[in-house]
């Protein structure tokens, strides 16, 4: 089926490791975003890649790093994980004002 | 300074009631987006809409660009029916950027 593959699911880190969360959309969209989701804080911008080749911070950006590596994937990774960065992520793709998520990945720094 | 708005924060109702949820927002916009989300689950894009009214299923969207808001209905609401919704605008200044409400938790009771 068409749409946003995030990976992984579900994962627990100890704080000052690193990880790399994927994400991969197959729809041909041009661009892709990075949020976290908070309780009680809604949605917020990571970082957001208007096209293959660029990057561009959001609302909370500090202590993460992207790559859009090619059309189809657009990689969050954090270098020094820290128990703030508790959260769930969204990887998500649009184009044309059409919107489509990820299913998300659980994190929890320890 | 919350662009997006969201009424009310949470809401219970028992099984088969209408059921409405309102958003406003401050910013001109390109498009406005309805997302549900289920405890423990992805993001869905329920509608897109820039004018007017869009239905599907039980679920109505309206639209009103001249006062800045929307609303979601729900028809014949069902336990199925409790999840998170959120409303997501797409600001006319800010080509890749989307302004997100903290979301409407709807618990429907059988």
């Known amino acids: 089926n068409a749409g946003v593959t995030q990976t992984p699911k579900f994962q627990v880190l100890k704080t000052g490791q690193s990880m790399t969360l994927q994400c991969a959309q197959d729809?041909?969209?041009?661009?892709m975003y990075w949020y976290r989701q908070d309780p009680g804080m809604g949605l917020r911008l990571i970082y957001y890649?208007?096209?293959?080749?660029?990057?561009d911070k959001g609302e909370v950006p500090n202590g993460y790093n992207v790559s859009r590596l090619n059309k189809r994937e657009f990689s969050l990774r954090l270098e020094s994980a820290a128990p703030s960065q508790t959260s769930v992520y969204f990887c998500?793709?649009?184009?044309?004002?059409?919107?489509?998520f990820g299913s998300g990945t659980r994190l929890t720094v320890v | 300074k919350n662009e997006v708005e969201q009424s009310p924060q949470n809401l219970t109702a028992q099984e088969g009631e209408f059921i409405t949820i309102n958003c406003s927002y401050s910013?001109?916009?390109?498009?406005l987006h309805w997302l549900q989300q289920h405890p423990g689950g992805g993001i869905v894009s329920l509608f897109m809409?820039?004018?007017g009214k869009k239905k599907h299923g039980r679920l109505i969207a309206t639209i009103n660009i001249q006062e800045k808001h929307s609303s979601l209905h729900i028809t014949a609401s069902h336990p199925r029916d409790s999840a998170v919704y959120i409303c997501?605008?797409?600001?006319?200044?800010?080509?890749?950027?989307?302004?997100f409400g903290t979301g409407t938790s709807l618990t429907v009771i059988p």
């Open positions: 997501a605008v797409h600001p006319a200044q800010f080509v890749n950027q989307f302004y």
């Open positions: 910013v001109g916009i390109s498009a």
């Open positions: 890649s208007a096209s293959e080749g660029t990057t």
């Open positions: 729809m041909n969209h041009n661009s």
């Open positions: 809409l820039s004018s």
């Open positions: 998500a793709s649009t184009q044309n004002y059409g919107y489509t």
